[in-house]
C-alpha cells in the first residue's frame, strides 16, 4: 500500500489549500478513507473520514471549514482547507486506518 500526500505549504490565517492523496496497492473505492494531522509535540489526530459511498465525519475544530472528498475512478483522496488557522498547522497523512503503515505526509504551515 502507498499513500502519497501532497500540496501543503505556506499559508496566511484565513487562506485556503487543497490536499491531494495518492493510493495505490489497494482497492480505494472499497475503502473508506481519512486525513489526519500532527502538529510538533502532539499527538496524530482524526481530521476528516469518508466512506465509500460518500458519508463524511470531521472533527469538531474543521467542521464548516475544511471539505473531504474522493474520486474513486483517479485513487484519489482530497481535503479542501478553507479559513485556516494558526492551530491547523501540522503534518497531514492520508491512510484507511490509524493501525495501518503511514505513508508519506505533507506540510501545512499557517503563519503571517
Known amino acids: 500500500v502507498q499513500l502519497q500526500a501532497s500540496g501543503g505549504g505556506l499559508v496566511q490565517p484565513g487562506g485556503s489549500l487543497r490536499l491531494s492523496c495518492a493510493a495505490s496497492?489497494?482497492?480505494?473505492?472499497?475503502?473508506?478513507m481519512g486525513w489526519y494531522r500532527q502538529a510538533q509535540g502532539k499527538q496524530r489526530e482524526l481530521v476528516a473520514l469518508?466512506?465509500?459511498?460518500?458519508?463524511?465525519n470531521y472533527a469538531d475544530s474543521v467542521k464548516g471549514r475544511f471539505t473531504i472528498s474522493r474520486d474513486n475512478a483517479k485513487n484519489t483522496l482530497y481535503l479542501q482547507m478553507n479559513s485556516l488557522k494558526l492551530e491547523d498547522t501540522a503534518v497531514y497523512y492520508c491512510?484507511?486506518?490509524?493501525?495501518?503503515?503511514w505513508g508519506q505526509g505533507t506540510l501545512v504551515t499557517v503563519s503571517s
Open positions: 496497492g489497494i482497492i480505494f473505492r472499497f475503502n473508506i
Open positions: 491512510n484507511t486506518s490509524p493501525q495501518n503503515p
Open positions: 469518508i466512506s465509500s459511498g460518500g458519508r463524511t
